[in-house]
C-alpha cells in the first residue's frame, strides 16, 4: 500500500508546473507591478525614441547587450541607437512578456523574462522577434531603475 502513494506523491511532484517552482527570494506584488511598469516603459520609450522617458527609469550607469551582438553599450549609446531606431521609420506593432521570473537580491532584482516583439515598416511590412532576457533593476529613493540587460533571440 505504501509503495502506490510514493509513486503518486512523486508523479505530482514531476508534473508540478514550471511557474510553480521556486527560484529563489522574490520581490512582493507591489514591487514586482512596478518593475514591470518600469520595464515596459524603458522598452516603449526606446522604440518610440522617447529620450526624456527613456532617462527617467534608465539610470546612466547602463549597461546593455542587445539581442544583435555587438559591442555592449551605456546609456549614451543606447540613446543613439534609438535616434537610429527613429530614422529607420519602424514603430512598435506589438510588445509582448509572456513569461517572467523574479530574483530579489536587497535593493537589486533580476528578471528574467521573454519577449514578443512585432514591429512596422513604413510600407506596412512586419518584423517579428522572439527573445528572453536578462534585466536588471535597482531600487533607489524610493523607486526601481532599469540598470541594464542582456537580450538574446530565440527561434519561432
Do not use: C
Not at 27 to 48: G, K, M, N, S, Y
Not at 68 to 77: H, K, S
Amino acid at each position: 500500500m505504501r509503495l502506490p502513494v510514493v509513486v503518486l506523491a512523486l508523479l505530482l511532484i514531476a508534473m508540478t508546473p514550471l511557474n510553480a517552482q521556486s527560484f529563489g527570494p522574490t520581490p512582493d506584488a507591489a514591487a514586482q507591478r512596478e518593475i514591470l511598469q518600469v520595464r515596459e516603459a524603458a522598452w516603449r520609450a526606446f522604440f518610440t525614441n522617447d529620450v526624456a522617458a527613456f532617462k527617467r527609469v534608465v539610470p546612466d550607469e547602463l549597461v546593455a547587450m542587445g539581442w544583435g551582438g555587438g559591442p555592449w553599450q551605456d546609456r549614451d549609446q543606447t540613446l543613439a541607437s534609438m535616434r537610429e531606431f527613429a530614422a529607420s521609420g519602424m514603430t512598435i506593432d506589438q510588445l509582448h512578456f509572456p513569461q517572467n521570473v523574479f530574483q530579489q537580491y536587497g535593493d537589486a532584482v533580476i528578471l528574467y523574462t521573454s519577449f514578443h516583439l512585432v514591429l512596422k515598416g513604413a510600407n506596412g511590412e512586419k518584423q517579428e522577434t522572439l527573445g528572453r532576457g536578462t534585466e536588471i533593476f535597482v531600487r533607489r529613493n524610493g523607486h526601481w531603475a532599469h540598470t541594464g540587460w542582456h537580450l538574446d533571440t530565440v527561434g519561432s
